[in-house]
């Protein structure tokens, strides 16, 4: 049996990892004390909040959701069979360094990736070759064209960790407490019992506008679809469900814009740094804030 602390087993864009220490101070008192058995994410995405919640607090069933059918599909694959994810993706990263055109073996595999339409049945071919995509493409970017096509292009990594073994083993373990679901995000909302713990970690809204990194599904989520998980926020805030929501802060860009500020108003927002890691110019990475909308009150911690 492995043994450590189980990571993100994808390189995730706006992945939560760097905030964990932040969020862990954020987490609703009812956690920290073991009273909440259920735990909600309806945008799963790389979830890094859903293997630290699982790891360090009592939570008997969790429930996961995203549109993303590939990534649900690396999800349903990792819990049901992680021996053969590890087969077919250790294979791909041993091809994959020996190969003296590596290139030309990234757009094969992108190819193949794009070709295999799934069908609501386990495609273990699917999750390794979108865990391979992962971790050797720019940035570990997950973008698709308006035909849904994954398309970002080659990272060109020197020797990069393509299969951790023992991180999926670690993570399989804990997914087995997990029902993972495929769709809309309010479809898993009706999971949420009274002091049921949901975050949720929607598609920012961007920075800049006609920031083409939006393009996580080809369905979008755009300024309506901000307001409609607002509405819903409040919705489960009115059931008891204790809710923690991030987004990105668009008073980084625009002091003047409460857009956040105005759907969320009543609830308690915080403002946490994180770092900016997605541009493809150095100079343009740094920290900025982001949004935490909680319906509780914050913990008291020590300074």
């Not at 509405?231 to 805030?237: A, M, R, S, T, V």
């Not at 980084?252 to 108003?265: A, L, M, S, W």
């Not at 319906?295 to 008291?300: E, Q, T, W």
Request: proline share 3%; hydrophobic share 35%; aromatic share 12%.
């Amino acid at each position: 049996m492995c043994k450590g602390v189980a990571k993100p087993f994808l390189k995730w864009a706006g992945g939560k990892g760097q905030l964990l220490n932040k969020f862990e101070e954020l987490y609703p008192q009812a956690l920290i004390d073991g009273k909440i058995e259920t735990y909600i994410e309806p945008f799963v995405g790389g979830g890094a909040v859903l293997f630290n919640v699982l790891q360090n607090y009592e939570i008997k069933k969790a429930y996961i959701n995203d549109i993303n059918k590939e990534l649900i599909n690396c999800y349903r694959c990792i819990k049901a069979d992680i021996e053969e994810v590890i087969k077919q993706l250790k294979a791909l990263e041993n091809e994959y360094l020996s190969c003296v055109d590596r290139n030309s073996y990234f757009y094969e595999v992108r190819n193949r990736y794009n070709e295999i339409h799934l069908n609501g049945h386990l495609d273990f071919e699917k999750c390794a070759d979108f865990i391979f995509l992962n971790r050797t493409c720019f940035n570990g970017l997950y973008r698709v064209n308006r035909d849904g096509k994954f398309n970002v292009p080659h990272g060109r990594y020197k020797n990069p960790l393509i299969c951790d073994q023992d991180n999926l083993r670690l993570c399989s373990k804990l997914l087995q407490r997990v029902e993972i679901n495929f769709g809309g995000y309010e479809q898993v909302l009706d999971k949420a019992d009274k002091n049921a713990f949901i975050y949720f970690d929607p598609p920012y809204r961007p920075l800049i506008e006609k920031n083409s990194f939006v393009s996580y599904d080809k369905s979008g989520f755009d300024d309506n679809d901000q307001i409609k998980l607002a509405d819903n926020y409040k919705e489960l805030n009115k059931k008891g469900c204790l809710l923690m929501l991030s987004n990105s802060d668009p008073k980084n860009t625009n002091e003047e814009d409460n857009f956040f500020d105005d759907i969320y108003e009543g609830f308690e927002i915080e403002r946490v740094f994180a770092k900016r890691m997605i541009n493809c110019q150095a100079s343009r990475r740094g920290d900025i804030t982001e949004i935490v909308v909680l319906n509780y009150k914050r913990r008291k911690t020590d300074e």
